[in-house]
Nanobody, 123 residues
């Protein structure tokens, strides 16, 4: 049974930082590209960042490029999202997701999802 468990969310003031983690079990982690998505109240789920199976390629949405960094540790079955210079518009539930083979920016392409972790940025 595949499980993705996110952690590291919380409340922070604008300009602050948070680091999200997502630990996977029940799958061969290094065989899966990983992505982070977020969903704010009343909005659709949107792509944030993705990383290839080896970690050699990363992709970001324009809204987070230069502020967020995605990374992974295949030995620990964990993907991270370092979020710096946070803005109130980053407030959302953040989800990690796993996709067999290559990276993708569309949520429908991902096979497995975590339960989400809340990030709240106050002004």
């Amino acid at each position: 049974q595949v499980q993705l468990v996110e952690s590291g969310g919380g409340s922070v003031q604008a300009g602050g930082s948070l680091r999200l983690s997502c630990t996977a079990s029940g799958l061969i982690f290094s065989n899966y590209a990983m992505g982070w998505f977020r969903q704010a109240p009343g909005k659709e789920r949107e792509f944030v960042a993705a990383i290839s199976r080896s970690g050699g390629s990363t992709y970001y949405s324009d809204s987070v490029k230069g502020r967020f960094t995605i990374s992974r540790d295949n030995a620990k079955n964990t993907v991270y999202l370092q979020m710096n210079s946070l803005k109130p518009e980053d407030t959302a539930v953040y989800y990690c997701a796993a996709r067999g083979w290559s990276t993708a920016t569309s949520s429908v392409s991902y096979n497995y999802w975590g339960q989400g972790t809340q990030v709240t940025v106050s002004s």
